[in-house]
């Protein structure tokens, strides 16, 4: 996988470069107790990582935020009642195993710290998955994360509400216990101020347009999750990296989620190591690689930034869209 994204687009920055980027803020002493619940299972996250990369990514995702609020209070002054309360999106992208968890609360974490954008609500496109039952009647259940496993046109519709400024706007919730969308379960979101939206496809998701049969009338284009976003993040690590990655949380959750009865994959809490280090990579070869490799990792180049991350999920590099 081409780690360097293309220089014309993007300017690089080493991670010693990138750590200048960060301001000294009142409550950096806070952070390290802040970590146990940052961190997603088997993705480490340290002191060090927040200050040097997600603390200046933090100062660079408010200037953002700011002028995104100052433009649309200067558009209200001239067109009065034109730009309702909606909140600022962020996309964040990647592969499975990748740490965009960890990344979506850390920056969540971050983001509140500031009075000007305390509201910051943080949803996974987990929750707009077809349920099961759905997938099986597709004959998709295997091509779950694929593009075509998403109700696409209901995650549209909750970002369409979003930026109308809608208040108390439902998102449905993903169990991965249970490995469903839980029936009559939402987050409702009360005009956030930021909203991080996290998902392996958010770059890549679409929905068909309106086909119209009227020789007088212009087909509508697509309608891509990503036009909602007003900044967009993409974490990436090398193919083997990610593999392992994965092997390791498969291997932590067989000997904790997994032994819960209720947990749809109880079945393999009795495996032994290497049978589980099989099975593992069965479903990274079957499923999370062809996802990564078709539908992904293609996407990478769409983003606004990139964190490209080496061995403990520490960042190395960060590539940052010029055009």
């Not at 952070?31 to 200046?56: F, G, H, K, S, V």
Request: proline share 7%; charged share 25%; glycine share 4%.
């Amino acid at each position: 996988m081409n780690q360097i994204p293309d220089q014309v687009l993007y300017r690089s920055f080493s991670r010693e470069q990138w750590k200048q980027c960060g301001h000294q803020l009142p409550f950096i002493d806070m952070l390290d107790q802040q970590i146990p619940r940052l961190a997603a299972l088997n993705e480490p996250l340290t002191p060090e990582e927040i200050r040097d990369i997600y603390l200046p990514l933090a100062c660079w995702l408010h200037d953002h935020i700011l002028s995104y609020q100052q433009l649309r209070q200067k558009l209200n002054e001239h067109l009065p009642g034109c730009c309702p309360p909606a909140p600022y999106i962020i996309g964040l992208a990647g592969s499975v195993a990748a740490g965009k968890s960890t990344a979506s609360r850390t920056l969540q974490f971050l983001l509140k710290q500031w009075p000007q954008h305390a509201r910051v609500e943080n949803v996974s496109t987990d929750g707009f998955l077809y349920p099961n039952r759905v997938l099986e009647e597709k004959g998709i259940l295997n091509k779950k994360g694929f593009p075509e496993s998403y109700d696409v046109k209901k995650l549209i519709e909750f970002l369409k509400s979003l930026k109308a400024g809608q208040d108390g706007v439902r998102a449905p919730v993903y169990s991965h216990l249970h490995y469903d969308v839980l029936p009559d379960q939402y987050i409702e979101l009360h005009q956030p101020d930021v909203l991080i939206l996290e998902g392996i496809n958010v770059l890549q998701v679409g929905m068909p347009g309106e086909r119209r049969s009227s020789r007088n009338r212009v087909q509508s284009a697509p309608l891509f999750v990503s036009d909602f976003f007003d900044i967009s993040l993409y974490v990436h690590a090398e193919e083997p990296l990610l593999r392992k990655w994965y092997i390791d949380r498969f291997l932590l959750l067989r000997e904790t989620a997994f032994k819960r009865p209720e947990s749809y994959f109880h079945q393999y809490a009795s495996l032994s190591d290497a049978e589980a280090i099989r099975l593992a990579n069965e479903i990274w070869e079957t499923i999370n690689l062809p996802n990564l490799m078709q539908n992904i990792l293609p996407t990478r180049r769409r983003a606004t930034l990139i964190l490209d991350k080496g061995e403990n999920h520490a960042v190395q590099q960060v590539h940052v869209r010029l055009i």
